[in-house]
C-alpha cells in the first residue's frame, strides 16, 4: 500500500514531546541544542504507538515553528494519528489550573494533518495586507504606564478611540492606537516617533490590517483552452471523432457562418461553437464538428500544414475525448482523474490556487438546437491571478493523464470481466503462464459506458485493467487463450469469463477497429511466375528488413546503392503503430528496381535464409496500372465490381462491418472512407468488431 505522509507541526511555542508527556517550551528561540537533537526520537517514540513508521521524522522550520515530517507505511496509521492527536491539549496540569481550566489556545494544541505526496501540506493562502490609515503602534512603553496614560499622550492629536497594550518578543511593550480619523493617526506619527521619553526613545510606525475580502467573480474557461504542452503527439483519434478545436481565426469567421464558409471546404459542418470572451466578444476559437472524421481530419491537417503565426491552428477536441472516458482516445476516465473523488481533486486544486470554489460543467446545446455537450470549467476567485493559478494546475492535471495513457495505456493489453475481488495479484497469476506482468493498471469505468463489441458476450465489471507483458512476443498467444475464457481458480482468484484483446490505437469507441492489409501481404499463391516484369514497374516489397540493426535513413541509404528512390515506405504495425519488418520501395527508374531484386534473388531458392531480405515486385503497382500492368487487364475493376457487389460480397463473406479498398490513385465517392495507410500502395481496410 502507498505510504502516506502526516505532517506534525509546532507553533510558535515549540513541543518538546517524550514518551510520558508534553513538555511546553514559552519560545522555540530558547530550546537548547540538546533538546533539538532528541527532538525526532521523540516524535518517532509517540507516533509509532500508532503504526509503524518508514524512518526518523525530519524536523525543519516552518512559517509557525518548528514541524515534523513522518511517513507511516500505511495509509490508515496515519489517518490514526490525525484523528487521534489533532487538538490534543499539550498544557501540564498546573499550566490548565493557572488557567482556571479555560480552552486551551490554537498554539496549546497538537497539529497534524495529512500532507500531499510531496510532503508538504496544501498551503492556506495569506490574505495580502494594508496600512491601517486610522491607527498607529507605539512603544517601547514605560513599564509603569497603563492605558489611560497613551491616552493622555495620544489624545492632542485626536479622539482616540481603542487603545490595547501588547508584549514583544523583545520583552518590551507596546501599544496600538486607534484614532477616529486617518489625519490624527498621520500627526500622532510624525510626532511621536523619535520622541524621548523617560529616558526612552519611542518608536512609531503605522498599524496593519488584512485587505478587505474582495467580492467573488466566476471566471470560466474550455477545456480545450487549457495549456497542453504535455499532448501526446503519437495519441491516434477515435475514428468516430469528429470535432477539432481551432484557434486564431481570423476576423472573417467572427460568426458561426464565418467559421463555415473558412472551413466548409473539406466537409460537412454539423455545428460550430465561437468561444467569447469575458465581454462576450469573439475570442478567435471554436469548436467545429463535421459529420464524419475523416472530413475533420481532412480539416485538421489542411489547417495544420498552412499553420504559420497568425495562421488558425487546430487539435482534436479534447472535451470530446474526455467525455468519451474509456471509450475514448485516452482509454481513461479523464473527468474522474481531473475532478478526483466527489470533486476532491478540484477542491485541492481550488484551495491551493486561493480560490472561493471551482468546479467542472458539461455545457449543454442552446435548447431546442441540435448539438453536443463541452467540458468547461469555472472558478470563483477575488483575483483573476487566483483563476490562472487554478488553470495552471488543471493542465498539470491534464498532462498526468497524457503520461498515463503514454505508459499505461498505449501498447498494453485491454482486460475487462473481472470482478472486484481481484487486485494486481489477480491478475498477475492469470497471465504468470504468459511470462508474467510488467505493469499493471486498473482503472474505474464510467457507471454509463457504452458496451465495448471486442468484449463479445462478457458483460462490463465496472473495471477494466490495461497490462502489458514482460515478453511481448507472447501478446497474441495471451488474446487467443483468454479471451472469452474462464480463468481464476476458485480459491486465491475468483473465477469469470473474461474479454482479452490488444490496445487498438487505430478504432471506434465502441470498441471496433480498423486494419489495413496490403495486397503484397495476401498469399498470392496463383500468381503467374512466368509473366516478365513490366517497362513501368518500378516498385518492390520487400521483406525481412533489418530494422533492428538499420534506421530509415540507412535503409534508404542502402536501396540508394542500386539506383535514385523516390519513395520509401515501411508498413505499421495494426496495433503498435510502429514499423514493421515490411515496406515497398519505389525507384525513379525500371532499370534500378530491376537491378535491386536481382541482388536480392537468390541464386538457389531451396539454400535461401528465410530471414534474410528478401524483394518481389509489387502487385500493387501492378493493380494501380489498370490494363496497362504486365497482365493486361484491370484488376481493381475484378476486386470490386462495376458496382461494387464485389467488395460487399467479401464483406459479408468475412463478416467484416466495413470493407474499403484504397490507394493513392483512386478516387472514392465515399467521402466518410478511412484515411490511406499508404502513399501510393494499393490496401484493403477492414473494420472489425
Known sequence: MRATHTHTRFKSKTLLLNSTHHVLVRSWRKVVPAALEVLPQKVQSLLQRLGPLEGPPVISQGQNGLQALARFQNASDARAAVQTLHGFDMRSASEKQTANHEAPKESECFSLRIADDSGVGTPKLARKRRVKANGIFLWPLPDSWAEKDVELLASPYGTVQRTRVEGMASGQRGVLIDFDTSSAASSALTALNGLSLMGARLRCVMQEEPEPKKPFVSFQLYMDELAMPSLPREVQPKLD?????????????????????????????????LLRDAQ?????????????????????????????????????????????????????????????????????????????????????????????????????????????ECWRLLAQALARVHETHASEVRGSLVLRGFPASWSEKGLKFVFAPFGGLSSVFIE?????????????????????????????????????????????????????????????????????????????????SRRPSEVAPGPEDRELYVRNLPLHDMTRQQLQEYFEGFGEVDDLHLILDAFAIEPTNEGYVRFKHHRDALRCIEALTPADPDEADPTDLAGTWSESERILQRKNNCYRFNLVSELVGADGSGLEKMKAEAKLKGLWILGDSLQLKDRTAPRASGRPELHLQSTLA
Not at 252 to 266: H, I, Q, Y
Not at 469 to 486: C, E, F, G, I, S
Not at 487 to 513: K, M, P, Q
Open 280 to 388: 462576450q466578444r469573439p475570442s478567435g476559437k471554436a469548436y467545429v464538428r463535421f459529420k464524419s472524421h475523416s472530413e475533420a481530419r481532412k480539416a485538421l491537417e489542411a489547417i495544420r500544414i498552412s499553420g504559420d503565426d497568425g495562421v488558425s491552428k487546430a487539435s482534436w477536441s479534447e472535451s470530446e475525448r474526455a467525455l468519451r472516458g474509456t471509450r475514448g482516445a485516452y482509454g481513461l476516465n479523464v473527468l474522474r482523474h481531473l475532478q478526483g473523488a466527489q470533486g476532491s481533486r478540484l477542491q485541492e486544486i481550488g484551495q491551493a490556487a486561493g480560490a472561493g470554489s471551482l468546479h467542472l460543467e458539461l455545457l449543454d446545446p442552446v435548447p431546442g438546437m441540435p448539438g453536443t455537450q463541452h467540458v468547461i470549467f469555472t472558478a470563483r476567485c477575488a483575483e483573476s491571478s487566483q483563476a490562472e
Open 241 to 273: 471523432d469528429r470535432e477539432i478545436f481551432v484557434t486564431h481565426l481570423p476576423p472573417k469567421a467572427s460568426t458561426e457562418d464565418g467559421v463555415r464558409f473558412l472551413l466548409g471546404n473539406f466537409g460537412d459542418i454539423s455545428e460550430v461553437l
Open 444 to 524: 474505474d469505468e464510467e457507471k454509463d459506458a457504452l458496451p465495448a463489441s471486442v468484449s463479445g458476450e462478457v458483460r462490463s465489471s465496472g473495471r477494466l485493467a490495461y497490462v502489458k507483458l514482460r515478453n511481448n512476443q507472447a501478446m497474441d498467444k495471451a488474446v487467443t487463450n483468454l479471451h472469452q475464457t474462464k480463468v481464476g481458480d476458485g480459491d486465491l482468484v475468483e473465477e469469470c469469463i473474461v474479454a482479452c484483446h490488444r490496445w487498438h490505437s487505430n478504432s471506434w469507441s465502441d470498441g471496433s477497429f480498423q486494419v489495413s492489409i496490403f495486397v503484397d501481404q495476401l498469399a498470392l
